[in-house]
């Protein structure tokens, strides 16, 4: 579902990865955001959105931040450089979604994650390990899933590279942070409805 919380319309998407299966790779670090990380992060993009004379970033282009560039902090910068970038992604994968192009999605998926790594820095040092390892296994996509700064990657994977990449990123992530992430297949279902 893709959701203006501008205006609340709301558009569905079909998601019928044939081929592929959906998973959840937690690295059991807990999120960390007792300092308000994203009211900072919040902060940033409404200083750029002043000086570029718009209500929200939603209605910059990245040619309107390269302008303002030199008259924000690179902070602020890399921030808005995210935000701008992952506007149109979305827009992207609802329409890969339609012509079921999932390998475009797996693209976008990895650029949302290093966007929120490398620009947003809402990330931590297991999930960009996760997402390394994902790509490193040949999974189509992974991105970071919820608030950062800990929890899970979400992972659209080739059914014939699941195992070895459950099984690679278990022992791996093992050697490394001292134990085994948690995995949990996704099941997309219609939600919940009320039965008559």
């Known amino acids: 579902m893709r959701l203006d919380c501008r205006s609340m319309e709301f558009e569905y998407f079909p998601f019928d990865p044939q081929g592929y299966k959906l998973l959840l790779v937690n690295s059991v ?34 040619e309107d931040l390269e302008r303002v560039k030199g008259e924000i902090s690179e902070e602020d910068y890399k921030r808005a450089k995210y935000v701008i970038g992952e506007k149109q992604r979305v827009l992207d994968v609802c329409d890969a979604l339609v012509k079921g192009d999932y390998e475009t999605v797996g693209k976008r998926m990895y650029e949302t994650h290093w966007g929120m790594s490398k620009d947003y820095e809402v990330s931590c040092e297991e999930l960009d390990f996760l997402a390394e390892l994902a790509e490193k296994c040949g999974v189509t996509g992974s991105r970071i899933m919820g608030g950062g700064f800990g929890g899970c990657t979400i992972n659209l994977v080739k059914e014939e590279l699941y195992d070895n990449f459950v099984a690679t990123a278990k022992k ?19 939600g919940a409805r009320r039965l008559e």
């Open 29 to 62: 670090v807990k999120h960390e955001l007792v300092d308000s990380p994203y009211n900072k992060r919040r902060e940033s993009c409404e200083r750029v959105a002043k000086t570029l004379g718009v209500e929200t970033l939603r209605d910059a282009e990245f």
């Open 172 to 190: 791996e992530f093992a050697a490394k942070y001292g134990h085994e992430p948690k995995i949990y297949d996704v099941v997309i279902s219609d």
